[in-house]
């Protein structure tokens, strides 16, 4: 068992040994303070963890745990731009894109060639707005979709209305058919994220688009690969950078944000970035018991190790961030879905866990039947916006006395004599509510599930920022797409050799 997993094992197991059978109702109960103290503000984002499933004592242990595992200075090796990233020995400089903390020469060059690329993207943003283009389409995937796709329909209530912003990402053809229909190539612009630019679903879906757009003139890209964005077509005065500091799934911070300043507009987007800002500099300065972030990266490995539950929810009351849930899963999950320790060793302990979620109310009438009554207990995040930007205050007073009526439900239960209809209630949950759906706001609750991910993985001891789990599936792809196409290559594996006859024996034509 490597050091972080004893050291995590040993500190928390006696706690929930001696809290096996605690009811958060009854922890609630017994701590008056409890409701307001397990709570804390950072710029706008309110967080109440007094929901989960811990005492005070097991709270302690917590916070010690994070200074055992030297949390706060693993914070400060982010910042310096230390290479953390050990498996492909470079640093994970995300928050250079945003912020001004770190005082190495690596991170300042990071920071003068994040504003660089910001200053070249503004002014490429404003030559299309005075051009004849009314249409964006972002081609990309994972990282280069996910984070641009969350806030452009987050803040569709901030959208300047200039562009119509539309993504194209799936391999599926009927992803470029359904999102090309009704669009004018001669008014459409595309730009093309990979950060690679070797990513095959962009790569024909870009395909797709300069042949369709009849040229290069209204392409552009953004990349850490220039040369190859030039060799596919792009105008090198059209290519913005990316470079290899930035994970691809951190990385809607930087130029990858392209579809994000296109909506939004600039200052937006710049707004964004300084709520990021913000919390970066909270988790940078502040003590473990205080930080948001490691609070909220401790109740997820109290929840995964200590209590051992295997799934985590994310809830958000808002349909505005209905996607929020697809995005922290590439987040989430590519970032700790890892067994390993960067020496090689077993991690030794549950690291991720199955990250799922929608919006609610919606999802009070699909899966929360599972939540209240099913057999696995499901932490959840819920999350809430306390002012909305909507004139229909019924619906919002609804949305929020049903947000509070969840988190109660799933606490507290109900006892009823008709077995089917009790409620056995110890659902822990967090509630985290944001004045409003802004730019500014959403940038840090953003920031706060990224630096939440990077406390858990030095807590469990593993990589952060590395993926290496994604290329076999990638590779096999590779070898049996000439199969797929019939050029008969040999299959060696039979299962995969059956299913070929049997996609061969029904092809149409
Ligand atoms: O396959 C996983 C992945 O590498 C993600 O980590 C990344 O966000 C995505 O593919 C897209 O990669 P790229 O930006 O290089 O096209």
Known sequence: MTVSAQRLTGSLAP??????????????????????????????????????????????????????????????????????????????????????????????????????????????LQALADSDVTDLVNVGIGGSDLGPRLVVDALKDAHSGRFRVHFLTNVDGSDAQHTLRGLDPARTAAILVSKSFGTQETLLNGTILRDWLGGGERLYAVSANVPKAEAFGVDAARILPMWDWVGGRYSLWSTVGFAIAAAVGMDDFRALLAGAAEIDGHVLEAPPARNLAMLHALSAVWNRNALGLPTQAVLPYDERLALLPAYLQQLVMESLGKSVTPTGDAAGLDTVPALWGGAGTNSQHSFFQALHQGTQTVPADFIGVVNPDHGYADNHAALLSNLLAQTEALANGHAAEDPQKAYPGNRPSTLLLLDALTPHSLGALIALYEHSVYAQ?????????????????KRIAGELLPAVKGEGVEVSDPVTRALLDEIAARRRS
């Not at 709270?59 to 400060?76: T, V, Y």
């Open 15 to 124: 706690h929930a040994r001696r809290l096996a059978g605690a009811r958060i109702a009854e922890l609630v109960a017994a701590d008056p303070g409890r409701a307001s103290e397990l709570a804390l503000r950072v710029g706008p984002l309110y967080a109440n963890f007094s929901r989960q499933r811990v005492d005070r004592d097991a709270l302690g242990a917590l916070l010690r745990l994070a200074d055992d595992a030297a949390l706060p200075q693993a914070f400060r090796a982010l910042f310096e731009g230390e290479r953390i990233n050990r498996s492909e020995d470079r640093p994970a400089l995300h928050v250079a894109l945003r912020s001004d903390l770190g005082g190495s020469d690596t991170t300042r060059q990071a920071r003068a060639q994040a504003v660089d690329a910001h200053a070249r993207m503004a002014a490429m």
């Open 457 to 473: 993985s030095v807590l469990w001891g593993i990589n952060a920022f590395d993926q290496w789990g994604v290329e076999l599936g």
